[in-house]
């Protein structure tokens, strides 16, 4: 696994443009990377991700895997319905230290599935399956659209990434700037749970964000959790997001704290992470991040931090490598190599 892996990262350093031939050959059809397929004038439009990657954690278990091949279907039905559908294959393809080529744990998943209806900008209906709106990562998390081939840990641990039911939505002008909220319920099961996510039974929340999209943006978020669990029914999670970008710097962040309301005392859990990125050309970027998680069972925080490029060609294609370490790890704080292949088709 290792010379591959080094051959892997150095494809990644070195990766080239796309050939301004192809381009224009696809913008004839009709078709603009990154922006979907329009299917001619049916309101349909195709597109998706993929993500190759390979991991070396600490401790071995190196493997290279297709980690996702995620397919979605947008039809636009007039002003004011959208219907969206996205169905990922996950795992779908691996090659794993000593042992070899595996499709073991491919799943073919409903990620998401909802219907919109637009009263006006400020107020928007969603019924359905989609991504729960309690972190910016997460409403963000298609690997081409974030910078490093790992997800910080708070955002994947302490709530369930989707939420099916009902949300209202929207934006308006405050004060110079934009408002932008997300009040959510999940009361519905999931047609397609993850097996290893934070799943609750039923949960209603809200997410408030203010600033200027794409610039600079300060979010708050509360969400009561209905659990599965006997012993713990009832949990409470508080959040706060924040963004910051200028001439191609970024900064941006995220703090989470649960707190279980239930017949035996649990721990409280809670995580942040804190991000930067540096541009070194117009094409290469360098990215910082420092995480803190404190897990139910952890006895102190895990405190990691991550270093990494990111080489995108084109805006819809970025190669990325990055190295991770820290003190006080678990099962739950992988760290070590990671690269990755992203498009936005």
């Known amino acids: 696994m290792v010379k591959p892996f080094i051959n892997f990262c150095a494809l990644i350093l070195l990766g080239a443009p796309v050939p301004a031939s192809s381009e224009e050959v696809l913008s004839e059809a009709g078709y603009h990377l990154g922006r979907g397929f329009p299917v001619a004038n049916t309101g349909l439009t195709l597109g998706g991700y993929t993500n190759l990657e390979v991991v070396a ?13 995620s397919l979605f ?20 393809l691996e090659v794993a230290e000593e042992q070899g080529f595996t499709t073991g ?12 209806y637009s009263f006006a900008e400020a107020l928007n209906v969603r019924l359905g399956k989609y991504l729960t709106p309690v972190s910016r990562w997460n409403l963000i998390h298609a690997d081409p659209l974030v910078w490093t081939t790992s997800r910080p840990v708070v955002t994947e641990r302490i709530f369930s990434q989707h939420a099916t039911g009902a949300m209202l939505f929207g934006d308006t002008p405050l004060l110079g700037h934009e408002l932008e909220y997300q009040l959510f319920t999940s009361v ?46 009832e949990y409470h999670l508080f959040g706060m997001d924040g963004f ?31 991000q930067a990125v540096f541009p070194l050309s117009q094409r290469l970027y360098f990215i910082a991040r420092q995480e803190v998680y404190q897990g139910e069972f952890s006895d102190q925080p895990a405190q990691l931090w991550i270093g990494g490029l990111a080489y995108k060609p084109v805006p819809p294609v970025v190669f990325k490598l990055e190295y991770g370490d820290g003190l006080h790890k678990t099962p739950e704080t992988p760290v070590g190599f990671a690269a990755s292949i992203s498009v936005l088709f």
């Open 105 to 116: 744990e491919a799943s073919l998943r409903l990620e998401r599935l909802y219907g919109d």
């Open 188 to 233: 519905l099961d999931d047609p397609a749970p993850r097996p290893r996510d934070a799943d609750f039974d039923k949960a209603y929340g809200l997410r408030a964000a203010y600033g200027d999209p794409g610039h600079s943006q300060l979010g708050f978020s509360y969400t009561d959790i209905r659990s599965n669990y006997p012993f713990v029914p």
């Open 73 to 92: 279907l947008t039809w636009q039905a007039g002003e004011r319905w959208r219907f969206f559908s996205e169905v990922e294959l996950e795992n779908g």
């Open 57 to 69: 954690p600490h401790g071995g278990g190196a493997h290279f895997e297709l980690s996702d091949l």
């Open 244 to 274: 910051w970008s200028r001439e191609r710097y970024e900064l941006s962040g995220e703090f989470f704290y649960r707190r279980a309301d239930g017949k035996i005392p649990t721990q409280d859990v809670w995580g942040l992470y804190a």
